[in-house]
Antibody, heavy 123, light 109 residues
Framework: EVQLLESGGGLVQPGGSLRLSCAASGFTFSSCAMSWVRQAPGKGLEWVSAINGGVGSTFYADSVKGRFTISRDNSKNTLYLQMNSLRADDTAVYYC????????????????WGQGTLVTVSS | QTVVTQEPSLTVSPGGTVTLTCASNTGAVTSGFYPNWFQQKPGQAPRALIYSTTNKHSWTPARLSGSLLGGKAALTLSDVQPEDEADYYC?????????FGGGTKLTVL
């Protein structure tokens, strides 16, 4: 059974940093593309970032480019999202998701999702 | 700025059929945008329904189908059930970057 468990969320001041983690199990993590998607309170879904399996090419939404960094540790079956220069509009539940069919390419889309971790950016 | 547009809300009667669409301000949506569809109910994580335009996940009900329709991606729900009431989101990829639509609130009434 696929399991994705996000952690690392919390309250942070504007301009601060936070690192989210997503512990994965139940599938071959190293070859599977992974994504981060967020949802601000009462709002729709926003695609944030993705990392392919294998070589690990990375992709970012314009809204986070230059501030967020996605990475993975295949030895720990863990996905990360380093978030710097945080702003109030980064406040959201952050979900990690694995690619459909265990694809190495993220463009097949998110298939299984975690339950999310809440990030609140406020002074 | 790339914008993906969905109907804000739709209402359907139980047993009826409804089609949700997903358009791009860059032009016609094709299979090269790898259209995905997701369902989300209040307080829950999204659930994937369709990937790469037409492909269903193992848990996707047979009465749901994805397609391209008139330059848009489409999700058709047949024999709509009360439990289909939810928010539905499409996701398109533009050169590797994903963009979600604003979502469609489907009411079954």
């Amino acid at each position: 059974e696929v399991q994705l468990l996000e952690s690392g969320g919390g309250l942070v001041q504007p301009g601060g940093s936070l690192r989210l983690s997503c512990a994965a199990s139940g599938f071959t993590f190293s070859s599977c593309a992974m994504s981060w998607v967020r949802q601000a309170p009462g709002k729709g879904l926003e695609w944030v970032s993705a990392i392919n399996g294998g070589v690990g090419s990375t992709f970012y939404a314009d809204s986070v480019k230059g501030r967020f960094t996605i990475s993975r540790d295949n030895s720990k079956n863990t996905l990360y999202l380093q978030m710097n220069s945080l702003r109030a509009d980064d406040t959201a539940v952050y979900y990690c998701a694995k690619a459909a069919q265990g694809s190495v390419y993220h463009t097949l889309g998110p298939e299984s999702w975690g339950q999310g971790t809440l990030v609140t950016v406020s002074s | 700025q790339t914008v993906v547009t969905q109907e804000p809300s739709l209402t359907v009667s139980p047993g009826g059929t409804v089609t949700l669409t997903c358009a791009s301000n860059t032009g016609a949506v094709t299979s090269g945008f790898y259209p995905n569809w997701f369902q989300q109910k209040p307080g829950q994580a999204p659930r994937a329904l369709i990937y790469s335009t037409t492909n269903k996940h193992s848990w996707t009900p047979a009465r749901l189908s994805g397609s391209l329709l008139g330059g848009k991606a489409a999700l058709t729900l047949s024999d709509v059930q009360p439990e289909d009431e939810a928010d539905y989101y499409c996701l398109l990829y533009f050169g590797g970057t994903g963009v979600f639509g604003g979502g469609t609130k489907l009411t079954v009434l």
